[in-house]
C-alpha cells in the first residue's frame, strides 16, 4: 500500500469562519439598528407622541444613536478582540435595560420602532456574548 500523502487544499479553519460569520450578523444588526435610529433622528418613524410628552432633540439622538451603532458594525468588521466585544454587550445590555425603565414614562410606552430596535440589539447582544466567550483561534508561525 502506498503511504497516502498530505492534501495540498487549503485548511479551512472552521472556528475562526463561524467567528467572522456571527461578526458579520451583528454587524448587519447593527447597521439595520442604525438605519432605524437615523430615521427616529429624521422624523420618518415616529417613536413618541411629541405633543403628550416633552421630546426634544429628536435629531440629536437618533443621528448619535444611529452613529454609535455604525461604529459597532464597523469595529465588527474590522476588528475581532474579546474586550472590545464584552465592552458592547454590556453597552447594549445598558441600552436594553434604559429603554425598559424609561418607557412607562413616555407616550407611548412602547412603540413598534423601539421593539423592533431592541430585538436588533438582542440579537447583537447574543453574538457579542458568544464573541467574549469564545476566544478567536491563534495561528501558531512553525
Keep these: 500500500m502506498a503511504a497516502s500523502l498530505p ?3 487549503p485548511v479551512r479553519d472552521v472556528r475562526s469562519s463561524r467567528r ?12 439595520a439598528t442604525a438605519v432605524l435610529y437615523f430615521g427616529i433622528g429624521a422624523g420618518v418613524l415616529v417613536v413618541v407622541d411629541v405633543a403628550a410628552s416633552d421630546a426634544p432633540g429628536m435629531f440629536e439622538f437618533g ?12 469595529l465588527l ?9 464584552l465592552v458592547g ?6 441600552v436594553i435595560v434604559m429603554y425598559i425603565a424609561v418607557g412607562p414614562q413616555r407616550t407611548p410606552s412602547f412603540e413598534v420602532w423601539g421593539l423592533v430596535i431592541k430585538a436588533l440589539q438582542v440579537v447583537i447582544l ?3 456574548a458568544w464573541l467574549t466567550v469564545r ?8
Excluded at 20 to 31: D, E
Excluded at 136 to 142: I, Q, S
Design 7 to 9: 492534501s495540498l487544499a
Design 20 to 31: 467572522r460569520f456571527i461578526r458579520y450578523v451583528a454587524a448587519a444588526a447593527s447597521l
Design 63 to 74: 443621528a448619535s444613536a444611529g452613529a454609535a451603532f455604525v461604529l459597532g458594525a464597523l
Design 77 to 85: 468588521l474590522a476588528l475581532d478582540h474579546r474586550g472590545l466585544w
Design 89 to 94: 454587550a454590556l453597552l447594549q445590555v445598558g
Design 126 to 128: 447574543v453574538a457579542l
Design 135 to 142: 476566544p478567536p483561534t491563534r495561528v501558531r508561525a512553525r
